[in-house]
Every structure is written in structure tokens, then in C-alpha cells.
């Protein structure tokens, strides 16, 4: 049955917010008016800013999406601005975020967003509705009540990890919280109506709450100011919550990949279909390696394959390994040499030589980044000799 939430507990929860919780504008610069001060009731956010940070932070934590909101905001100040982007820009700005798709994702939210009326800073043309957001690429229910909560302190709750592993614990809840969605939505919605008026702080609050303090390892349940209505706490398993499945093995996977140079000192990159992962960024061509299979001939097979070119497998440039979350890959890279053919887009968008110089104005996957810094090593030491 519900979680019974009572008044009192949602008030201590409040007070220790206003002492303790992250209510500093260098830590939510979007949370904040432009005169720096916490929002009152009445007041209203920018919203574009809280859209920007509430997508961010979707799959990432706070500290790990501040320099790229900041960064964002400066490329993109305004919705019209991210809504008329290219889409090469917008990832480009996105990268080493990861989960590339939130950028497109957002790219095309914006440019619905202004056809509904909403432009720059002013929020009286955005929409209000929960349903007209959720129409929106990419934003779901959590989602889009955290920025209605945010930018316009709607009474809407929010379900985020930290969210769950709260209510988890405070309800020593017996099976893993995506198992029973509809119950932990419920019990977070009780707590909204138990803080009428201030949604905007209850659900930062929780969200502070699960970040500092009821964390998924040592947790501080001594300080918290809900200890005293914790089932978890009170048997002294509070580590035992949330309730998870048990761990899977990740499948892996060895990646020959082929940093092809041209008689003319460029280097070859494609770029990826936009269906899946890491869909639109660059990369450097290759290919899964076959059982029993030599690495230099993965390379070689998997560039004609998928480009129609003959190359020489040359010296080893650099191995990444880079871990995903299905999935666990180590990426053998070697230097190639142009032989024949014309490069032809079989498996991909399109593909370009360019000069190496010129591979930072490209969006790359994070793994892809070391191969890029390898390759600017490799022509350093060329020079050097």
C-alpha cells in the first residue's frame, strides 16, 4: 500500500535543505535568478536553461555536466539559437557527454519548442502543460517534471535515481524500484502534495537529499533528516537498497580499427548512420575481429567492407579499452596506408579525408579521442626525428 508521508517529514526534509543542500549558484547556475538569488514561489525560470541542464542530467551527475551546460550555454544562449543549429555543431558541443542521442534529441525538442511560441528567455511563451513536453523527443515523465517543477515550481514530481533510492530505502522496498514504477511514482507524488507551494524545493531537495547524503554506498543516515522514518535505517540494512538484479556479464568485444593516411598526409573518417549508438558522430573506420582471426586482417577486411579500399596495415598506433553500458570493447589500432580505391560510404553517412589538424571540428565518441591524441603524438615524434 502507498507510503504514508506525513507533513512534519517533509518539512524536516526542507529545513535541512536550506541549510545543507546544494543551493549554490556556481553548483545549479540554472536553478538561480539573474540577480544569483534562489527563486521565490512566484517566480519563474528561464527555461531553456533548466531544459538544457534536466537533459544533461539524465544520464550523468552534476558535477560531470556543469563545464558542458556552461559551455553550452555560451555556444547555444537561446533557444532559437540550439533550435536553427546544425546538428554537427550540437554534437560537437555534446561531446564526451555521452549518450549522444539526448543531443539530437534536444536539437529537434528546440525547434518544436519554438514552433509552439516558446522564444528566448521570456517564459510566458512556453508551454506549461505536462502533456505538450512529454510530446517532446526525449523528455519523459521525470524529465519533464523536473523542468516544470523548476523553471515554474508546477506541483509535478520528479523519479531520478537518486529519487528512487530515497524512497527505497524509507520503505525497505523488497524488489528493484524499475520493477514498480507506478508504486514509487505515487509515493513521490504524496511528497509534492505534502509541500504545497514548493514543488521546486521539495524535488531539489530530494535530489540533494540522494546526492549527499542517502548515497549508494556509506550512506550519512546518522545526519539525515529522515532517519527517523526509515525503514532501512531502522533495521540497519540501509546499503541492502534499492533492491538490484543480479549483475549481468558484459559481452566483449575486440575492435581492429584503421587510422588511414593518404600520400597527402590526410586521414580518413566516416560517419555513422544516426540509428543507435553513437549515431552521427565520426570515427575511425574498423570492425569487430573474427574468432581465430589476426588483428591486421580485421582492419584490412573490415576497411574493404565498409569502404571499398585496399590498405597496408602498418605499426600499432595505440589500444583503448572503453566500457559501455552493454557492453565492454577494446579498440587495437593500427596506422594504414592508403593502397586503392576510392573510400565509398557502405556502412556509414559519408566519408572525408581531412588533415589531422583539422579532427577537432568533428564530433567524435569518447574512445576515438585517444586514437586522435595518439595520432598527433605519432606525428610529433615524426617531426622530431
Known amino acids: 500500500m502507498p507510503l504514508e508521508i506525513a507533513v512534519p517529514s517533509t518539512q524536516a526534509l526542507l529545513s535541512w535543505w536550506e541549510n545543507e543542500g546544494r543551493r549554490d549558484p556556481a553548483q545549479k547556475p540554472w536553478m538561480f535568478k539573474a540577480d544569483g538569488l534562489w527563486p521565490e514561489p512566484d517566480d519563474a525560470l528561464d527555461p531553456y536553461g533548466v531544459l538544457v541542464a534536466e537533459v544533461m542530467l539524465q544520464q550523468t551527475q552534476l558535477q560531470v555536466v556543469l563545464p558542458y551546460w556552461t559551455r553550452w550555454m555560451e555556444r547555444f544562449p537561446q533557444l532559437d539559437a540550439l533550435a536553427e543549429a546544425d546538428e554537427q555543431d550540437v554534437l560537437l558541443c555534446w561531446q564526451g557527454l555521452g549518450y549522444y542521442s539526448r543531443a539530437r534529441r534536444l536539437n529537434a525538442a528546440a525547434g518544436m519548442l519554438v514552433a509552439m511560441g516558446a522564444s528566448g528567455a521570456d517564459p510566458s511563451g512556453w508551454p506549461r502543460a505536462l502533456d505538450s513536453w512529454l510530446a517532446l523527443p526525449g523528455i519523459g515523465r521525470s524529465t519533464a517534471g523536473g523542468i516544470l517543477s523548476s523553471a515554474f515550481n508546477t506541483p509535478l514530481a520528479i523519479l531520478d535515481g537518486n529519487v528512487r533510492r530515497v524512497l527505497a530505502r524509507l520503505q525497505a522496498h523488497p524488489t528493484p524500484p524499475m520493477r514498480a514504477q507506478a508504486q514509487f511514482w505515487l509515493w513521490s507524488e504524496a511528497l509534492i502534495a505534502a509541500a504545497p507551494g514548493r514543488a521546486r524545493d521539495c524535488n531539489q531537495a530530494l535530489m540533494d537529499l540522494g546526492a549527499t547524503l542517502c548515497t549508494p554506498r556509506n550512506p550519512s543516515c ?35 580499427v584503421g587510422v588511414v593516411l593518404n600520400q597527402a ?20 573506420p574498423g570492425g569487430k575481429q573474427e574468432p581465430e582471426e589476426v588483428i591486421t586482417d580485421t582492419i ?26 552493454h557492453k565492454k570493447l577494446r579498440f587495437i589500432v593500427h596506422l594504414c596506408r592508403w593502397v586503392s580505391g576510392e573510400p565509398q560510404p557502405l556502412a556509414s553517412q559519408q566519408v572525408l579525408w581531412v588533415k589531422p589538424e583539422e579532427l577537432g571540428k568533428y564530433p567524435f565518441p569518447a574512445a576515438n579521442a585517444r586514437i586522435i591524441e595518439a595520432l598527433h603524438g605519432h606525428f610529433k615524434e615524426l617531426a622530431a626525428t
Open 300 to 325: 584490412a577486411r573490415e576497411l574493404r567492407e565498409e569502404l571499398a579500399i585496399e590498405v597496408a596495415v602498418d605499426q600499432e598506433l595505440i589500444t583503448v579499452d572503453h566500457a559501455y553500458s
Open 222 to 256: 546518522g545526519i539525515c533528516p529522515w532517519s527517523d522514518h526509515c525503514a532501512a535505517y531502522a533495521a540497519g540494512t540501509s546499503e541492502a537498497y534499492p533492491v538490484t538484479d543480479a549483475p549481468r556479464s558484459l559481452p566483449f568485444s575486440v575492435i581492429g
Open 265 to 284: 598526409g590526410e586521414v580518413l573518417i566516416d560517419q555513422r548512420l544516426n540509428e543507435g549508438l553513437l549515431g552521427g558522430l565520426w570515427e575511425f
